[in-house]
C-alpha cells in the first residue's frame, strides 16, 4: 500500500494569491494529499508567490532555505506572479524542483505526479499573453471571507 503523501503551502501577497492557494489546497487533497502546516513536515510545499513586493525574491529565497534545512528530500513547487515573472531565477534557487506559471499552476498534479526528487529542476510556463485558459478560484474555510476569483 502507498504512503499518502503531505502537502503544504505559503502564500505570498494579495487575496487572489490566497483565493488560488485554497484551490491548489483542494485539487491536491482530492487526489489524496494530507494537508500540513507549513512549520511542519511535509513531502512537497507550494509557494505561492507575489511580484508587487520589494523583498519577494528574498522572501522566496528565504521560505526555500527554510525547507532544505528542514526537509531536503521533499519537493519544492514556487508558483504565482514571481514564477510567471522570473521563471528562470527561481529556477536558480537551490532546492526549487518545479516552477508553474499562470498558464501550468491549475496542472499542479499532473506536474508532481510526474516529477522525482533529484530530477533536474523544471519551468512549466509560458507567456502571459498566450494564457487562454480560466480557472474559477475561491476561498473555503481557509479565510474569514469567501473571495471569487471573476
Known amino acids: 500500500m502507498n504512503k499518502q503523501r503531505s502537502i503544504a503551502f505559503h502564500t505570498l501577497g494579495c487575496k487572489l494569491n490566497f483565493s488560488e492557494t485554497s484551490t491548489l489546497s483542494r485539487l491536491l487533497e482530492q487526489d489524496g494529499f494530507v494537508k500540513k502546516h507549513f ?6 510545499y507550494v509557494i505561492n508567490t507575489c511580484s508587487v513586493t520589494d523583498n519577494a525574491d528574498k522572501e522566496c529565497r528565504h521560505l526555500v532555505r527554510r525547507i532544505q534545512r528542514k526537509s531536503p528530500e521533499s ?12 521563471p528562470q531565477e527561481i529556477a536558480n534557487i537551490p532546492g526549487v524542483d518545479l516552477v508553474l506559471g499562470a498558464s501550468e499552476k491549475f496542472n499542479i498534479v499532473k506536474h508532481i505526479s510526474e516529477f522525482s526528487k533529484g530530477d533536474s529542476t523544471k519551468i512549466c510556463s509560458c507567456e502571459i499573453d498566450e494564457v487562454s485558459g480560466f480557472n474559477a478560484s475561491y476561498s473555503s ?10
Open 141 to 150: 474555510n481557509d479565510r474569514t471571507r469567501t473571495f471569487l476569483k471573476i
Open 75 to 86: 519537493l519544492v513547487v514556487i508558483t504565482g506572479c514571481y514564477a510567471q515573472l522570473k
Open 39 to 44: 512549520d511542519e513536515e511535509a513531502d512537497v
